[in-house]
């Protein structure tokens, strides 16, 4: 085990508490799972890197690291699907009544004990749909299934760059994300609704939307430029 693996092991490991401590309702828990993920985020450049500059790429490495990517993706969507309240039943939903919904994230909701939390944006309340996970998931799957076709062919498929503009808006996005479970349980525990507050809100919002929107785009396109590139392999499969 040199750094790089180490280091990717360590987001193997981190996963987990990033997936369940939004879920506990505290700040500090949830400021914890942003600390995580954000670690988790950059670490994953750096791991790369060692590996590459201290050509310490090894046959563990190539298989921890897409194990890690695929964790962190599941552990960060789970959160962000059901925190936003698009996973909530509408059935089991009531309104909170707080100075600061009223003030600044309007029908914040709550439902089975947790307290969901939309972006903000001028445009209203924005979560998370069922889809958009779906999409990003099952891209994830067929592109590893793809690649690993790709390989028996003596193909290479390495990453483009609308995929590494999809990743970086998608790391962006969860951040924001997460952040926002943080500082919005703040702002609920001490009835925040200043104008501050409410700019703060609508600029992570907007942030996080555009990101989200961004890395499902670049979700499709990449993967219409991989098939453009190399579908021929599944035709050779076939």
Do not use: C
Not at 37 to 64: K, P, W
Not at 182 to 209: D, E, K, L, P, Q
Request: proline share 5%; hydrophobic share 55%; net charge positive.
């Amino acid at each position: 085990m040199n750094l790089p693996n180490w280091l990717t092991a360590g987001r193997i490991v981190a996963a987990p508490f990033i997936a369940w401590l939004p879920f506990s309702g505290s700040s500090t828990a949830r400021f914890v799972a942003w600390s995580l993920f954000a670690l988790a985020a950059i670490t994953d450049y750096v791991d790369g890197y060692l590996a590459r500059s201290r050509a310490q790429i090894t046959d563990l490495g190539r298989l921890l690291d897409p194990l890690a990517d695929k964790l962190l993706i599941v552990a960060t969507l789970i959160p962000m699907f059901v925190l936003t309240g698009s996973g909530t039943s509408a059935s089991l939903v009531s309104p909170l009544t707080t100075p600061m919904v009223a003030g600044t994230l309007g029908p914040v909701m709550k439902a089975t004990g947790l307290a969901a939390f939309p972006f903000v944006t001028p445009f209203g309340l924005i979560g998370l749909p069922w889809w958009i996970p779906v999409v990003i998931l099952g891209r994830e799957v067929y592109m590893s299934v793809f690649r690993q076709i790709a390989k028996s062919r003596g193909v290479v498929i390495s990453a483009i760059g609308p995929a590494k503009w999809k990743t970086a808006m998608q790391l962006v996005w969860v951040g924001s994300a997460f952040f926002w479970f943080f500082a919005a349980t703040v702002a609920m525990n001490r009835h925040w609704s200043g104008a501050g507050w409410r700019w703060f809100a609508n600029f992570n919002g907007i942030v996080g939307v555009l990101m989200m929107v961004g890395a499902t785009a670049l979700t499709f396109y990449s993967l219409a430029l991989y098939m453009t590139r190399y579908g021929r392999l599944l035709r050779t499969a076939a």
